[in-house]
């Protein structure tokens, strides 16, 4: 059996797409809120949690209803079209609000600071409900098209698809605004970078819609699951229904706590690390965006090794060694940043190995999941994933906000190394969704699977 790498990269785009997104969220709208409208922490960051409030119900719904819809352009690609279509043109007006929100309070222009407040926030709202609409179909195309023992090598792919999408985006915010372009400014104007996400975005989908034939593709991969019967590790009842035995789903319950764990950690630090860097370094958004750059890159030169690895090892196994590596190093950026005035060279190692433990994590959690399932029902699992890991997210910005208002912003790493290490209790409980495989070397790893 062999990976289809050129048909995986192509169906990669939508995360790429997504991905690019939100790393332009957490980086970016932060700053807005407490910047432009002096928001607190913890108002800021309930507003930060709304996108994981709204996909507590958004994710699961429109993952299950992909599964039922049955269109000449697939089950996958109308969700992902509209959506894509709906949040560029709102994703625009954001910047455009933030500015006139500026001038107003500043006397630079006439107009109702409560009223583009409001707006702000109901455009910001509509915005997350747009990509709520095609996240969980996006992610459910991949295995969708892929046999289940080629997920884990398939997903590594996926991630780094979504990690090239951020690198994009870091590229642009640390060229554009660097402390030096936008050092001393009393406010900054983000247009230009909203509309280079958006066309980044278009761009992805476009390529996607043109070259993916998401029905022939999924056709072929049932007919695959249906002569081997053997991977659903689903049984059937007396009704004729298919249900998930006991010992499966207490596996499951266990892997989406450990998945709500390791985000609640993860999240706090992306979520506030570019306002931690501002208040604790006194560096602005180009110089926590460079950071967030050597540990995307950390993570796209990892998928590989890590493919091999869990190949070798076994899904658990790389999961866990991830966990621990992540605890470590945000254990070890407390000591590195806490007393730092600038970010030096020598830090960059450090958020580089972040990036290989977050990769070592995220390419194998998704395939767990969906190796329980049965091939109708991806979408409906592909929410599950997401409903545990948006709640963790909902919970983390609010109460990570809170702890660094209220105590000290020099929490926020021991904080993240408590829950990422408390993932690693819970994982030992999983006994099933792994898949082992003879390993390959290289990029062999993706391409020969003689499973």
Known sequence: MKLDTRRTVLVGLAFMSISTFWQMYDSVVPLILTKTFAL???????????????????????????????????????????????????????????????????????????????????????????????????????????????????????????????????????????????????????????????????GCIAVLFFTTNEPKLAAANRAYEAAHPEQNLAETTDTGAEKLPRPVRRSLGFLLISISLWFIGYNGVTTWFTTYIDKVMGKGLGGASTCLLVATAGAIVSYVPIGVLASKIGRKRTIQGGILLLCACFATAFFVTVNATSITVGMYPLFALVGLAWAAINVNSLPMVVEMCRGSDVGKFTGYYYTFSMAAQVVTPILAGTLLSNISYQVLFPYAAVFVGLSFVTMLFVKHGDSKAEAKKGLEAFEDMDD
């Open 40 to 202: 607190n922490e913890t108002w800021s960051g309930a507003i930060m949690a709304a996108d994981n409030v709204l996909a507590l119900f958004l994710l699961p719904l429109f993952g299950g209803l992909s599964d039922k819809l049955n269109t000449r352009i697939g089950r996958r690609m109308p969700f992902i079209l509209c959506g894509t279509a709906g949040a560029v043109v709102l994703m625009n007006l954001l910047p455009v609000l933030d500015n006139k929100f500026y001038g107003i309070t500043t006397g630079d222009s006439s107009g109702n600071a409560g009223w583009l407040r409001a707006a702000f926030i109901v455009v910001l709202g509509l915005q997350l409900v747009c990509m709520g609409t095609y996240r969980s179909p996006a992610v459910a195309l991949m295995p969708d098209v892929t046999p289940k023992p080629l997920r884990s090598k398939a997903n590594a792919i996926i991630n780094l698809m979504g990690a090239m999408g951020g690198i994009l985006y870091l590229g642009v915010a640390a060229v554009l605004y660097s402390d030096k372009r936008i050092g001393g400014l009393p406010h900054v104007d983000y247009t230009l970078l909203f509309a280079v996400v958006s066309a980044i975005m278009v």
